[in-house]
């Protein structure tokens, strides 16, 4: 069965710093991988989603995100971090007629 | 375009109760999934409809029930409801086969049992 690992539940940056976030998934084929953001009371926003082709996908606010067959990666990254930033980050991947989740990670930014 | 409505936006219920939720998605989207989200369990998929057929369901007791109609709106059911039913209830639409296509998602439904 397919599944999405999210490493690290709780991710902290300084506001400028780098932002990573990990996601590994398990599939024998070319999968379909997506990022959500969900800000507090709110529902999930796709930030950006990898179907076929480049494998550097660029998404909304100034992420990105590479896909990595070989390493059954899809991590997430912006260059300098924002205080709105601050959210909860969902990695998915699309499987039969449904998507499956990763536990999510919070984004801290420390000012 | 307007985006996912989800009605109501909060809910308090007693145990015991039964409670429908309603989403109407993006015109033109026909497929509506549903999850629950609780801090301890995350985002779970419930089911998922497409063109009022139920295409997909997740490992839930059969208290939980939906339906979509014909102009793509869908409502979900709880009967009989415990203190774990308590969580966000997010529906989201998308154009294509959930698999390949972007979901939009609706501001949810927060439940309380009591």
């Known amino acids: 069965a397919q599944s999405v690992t999210q490493l690290g539940s709780h991710v902290s940056v300084s506001e400028g710093a780098l932002v990573l976030l990990r996601c590994n998934y398990s599939?024998?084929?070319?999968?379909?991988l997506f990022w959500y953001v969900q800000y507090p009371n709110q529902g999930l926003q796709l930030l950006l989603k990898y179907t076929t082709g480049a494998t550097l996908v660029k998404g909304i606010n100034g992420f990105e995100a590479e896909f990595k067959k070989s390493e059954t990666s899809f991590h997430l990254t912006k260059p300098s971090a924002h205080m709105s930033d601050a959210a909860e980050y969902f990695c998915a991947v699309g499987s039969n007629y449904q998507l499956i989740w990763g536990a999510g990670t919070k984004l801290i930014i420390k000012p | 375009k307007a985006g996912v409505t989800q009605t109501p936006r909060y809910l308090i219920k007693t145990r015991g109760q039964q409670v429908t939720l309603s989403c109407s998605p993006i015109?033109?989207?026909?497929?509506v999934s549903w999850y629950q989200q609780t801090p301890g369990q995350g985002l779970q998929f419930l089911f998922e409809y497409f063109s009022e057929t139920q295409r997909n369901k997740g490992n839930f007791p059969g208290r939980f029930s939906g339906r979509q109609f014909s102009n793509s709106r869908s409502e979900m059911n709880v009967s009989t409801l415990e203190l774990g039913d308590s969580a966000l209830y997010l529906c989201?639409?998308?154009?294509?086969?959930?698999?390949?296509?972007?979901?939009?998602f609706g501001p949810g439904t927060r439940l309380t049992v009591t």
């Open positions: 015109s033109g989207h026909r497929s």
């Open positions: 989201a639409s998308s154009f294509q086969s959930t698999r390949e296509g972007e979901q939009y």
């Open positions: 599939s024998s084929v070319p999968p379909y």
